[in-house]
């Protein structure tokens, strides 16, 4: 139920803050989605959307985290299993 | 798909999961709250990439499982009337009630609608003037800003024939009447990631201070959810207490702001009971006295009936992560996804439809080796 998944921001329309609708694209399947609470999300812009409903905007440096996190596990790995 | 397929290598889960190995030196007993979660780990086999001292229990984490017997009854009787379109999301259909479920009732000429959204029924409501369009609004903090603007939209609307069945329930009263419950075993939280989008996790420091359980905020693909096993056990390894968040990408400390202030504006918090588990104070959410023209139960009059759960459902027990779903007896044999005696077999997110989806084979080995 708290399914929510990213797609990519193609288009904007309406006006109003909380009337704001974004064109959301899911690797090619691209669904309408309220923008109302993303109010700085832009053309562009990964969105994780739930029941049509952008929830947040997705932090791409962020998102690098847990993988410069894990080279640095593998290569202090290979550091401890080198002979000294 | 971006953001997804990086986070399901198998490589680098691997990775993690020695390190997990490396770490541990004791049993640990760790609750993943979310549904979504649950099914990840029973789907992607996580669980099987831990040492044995790692045992992960399944939370109430499922919406559609822990609404109560009472609301399902309430929707069944509204989905039955002549003169109305009840919207729904689909895993409800199937929840039994104490009769029937909402399935049977379309069969028999109900109009049931499956919405993907609620801002659905708001449009369902404009097109059918002459209908009254009911929603049930189940879920957790992360549905309720849609329901929320769905509600509000009807008031700008002037919609006079929309209202909601409410039954929204919120996750951490729930957290820490588990952790008050004398046969409770765990000693970390997976904190749902999704959830936290919403409502950031400044809620969490008490609990864990109060309990001195550590809570990760973890996402829901494999690599998220072994980072966020990890993080807790360093965390219980080296007796801290601590909120963490592993899921930086969706989640920051006072969530999404724009999303909390529409809930705050449309609903208010009151007490709520959860299906198999009981009454939780402060743990759900109803329309505000603003908006009580759009409450379902006020407009239809409807009855609130105290009604018993069926006694060879463990869905209470599993909810509280007392049981795994294969150590109940009707478990694959006198309840399956066609024939559910409980919710957490219905649902997308439920425990033992995880269970009887991924595990059903395995499922009496595995009873009998516990």
Redesign the interface.
């Given at each position: 139920?708290?399914?929510?998944?990213?797609g990519?921001i193609r288009s904007i329309s309406g006006d109003e803050?909380?009337a704001r609708m974004g064109k959301v694209d899911?690797?090619g399947v691209i669904k309408q989605a309220?923008l109302?609470?993303?109010?700085d999300a832009k053309v562009g812009d990964?969105v994780?959307v739930?029941?049509?409903?952008a929830?947040?905007k997705?932090?791409?440096e962020?998102?690098q985290?847990?993988?410069e996190?894990?080279k640095t596990?593998?290569e202090l790995g290979e550091l401890e299993g080198k002979p000294a | 798909?971006?953001?997804?397929d990086?986070?399901r290598d198998a490589g680098?889960a691997q990775?993690?999961a020695a390190?997990i190995h490396r770490v541990t030196t004791r049993p640990w007993t760790i609750m993943e709250v979310?549904?979504?979660q649950t099914h990840a780990i029973v789907k992607f086999g996580i669980d099987e990439l831990l040492p044995r001292q790692i045992e992960l229990v399944h939370g109430p984490?499922?919406?559609?499982c822990v609404t109560p017997l009472e609301a399902i009854d309430q929707a069944l009787e509204i989905a039955a009337k002549p003169d109305v379109i009840f919207a729904s999301?689909g895993?409800m259909l199937r929840v039994p009630g104490s009769t029937t479920d909402l399935l049977s009732v379309k069969a028999q000429g109900g109009d049931v609608r499956i919405v993907?959204?609620?801002?659905?029924a708001v449009r369902l409501a404009e097109q059918n003037p002459g209908m009254e369009v009911v929603f049930f609004a189940?879920?957790?903090e992360?549905?309720a800003?849609?329901t929320a603007?769905a509600v509000?939209?009807a008031a700008q609307k002037k919609l006079g024939n929309f209202s909601m069945l409410v039954a929204h329930v919120l996750v951490p009263p729930a957290i820490g009447a588990l952790m008050s419950s004398p046969g409770c075993r765990v000693q970390a939280f997976l904190a749902?990631?999704?959830?936290c989008?919403?409502m950031g996790f400044g809620e969490y420091f008490p609990l864990a201070e109060k309990y001195r359980v550590p809570m990760v905020v973890t996402g829901?693909e494999p690599?998220?959810i072994l980072?966020g096993v990890l993080l807790a056990v360093r965390q219980l390894e080296s007796g801290r207490a601590e909120v963490e968040n592993q899921y930086?990408?969706?989640?920051?400390r006072e969530g999404?702001q724009?999303?909390q202030a529409?809930i705050k504006n449309v609903f208010q918090v009151v007490p709520r009971k959860w299906r198999g588990v009981g009454e939780i104070p402060l743990s759900g959410l109803a329309l505000a006295d603003g908006y009580a023209a759009f409450d379902t139960g006020k407009k239809f009059g409807l009855a609130v009936r105290q009604v018993d759960e069926p006694a060879e459902c463990l869905a209470g027990l599993i909810l509280q992560g007392l049981k795994k779903p294969h150590e109940c007896p009707a478990f694959g044999a006198k309840c399956t996804p066609e024939r559910p005696l409980g919710a957490p077999m219905v649902?997308?997110?439920g425990a033992c439809a995880a269970y009887y989806r991924y595990r059903r084979h395995g499922a009496r080995e595995m009873a009998g080796a516990k």
């Open positions: 139920m708290c399914l929510a998944i990213p990519i803050p909380l899911f690797s309220s109302a609470c993303v109010p990964y994780i739930h029941v049509g409903f929830l947040g997705v932090d791409e962020e998102a985290k847990i993988f996190y894990l596990m593998g | 798909m971006r953001f997804l990086e986070y680098l990775k993690l390190e979310c549904g979504g984490g499922c919406p559609v999301f895993d993907y959204s609620p801002l659905d189940v879920g957790f992360t549905t800003p849609a603007l509000f939209q749902a990631g999704h959830v989008t919403v829901f690599l998220d980072h930086s990408r969706a989640v920051r999404n724009p999303a529409l649902s997308g997110e």
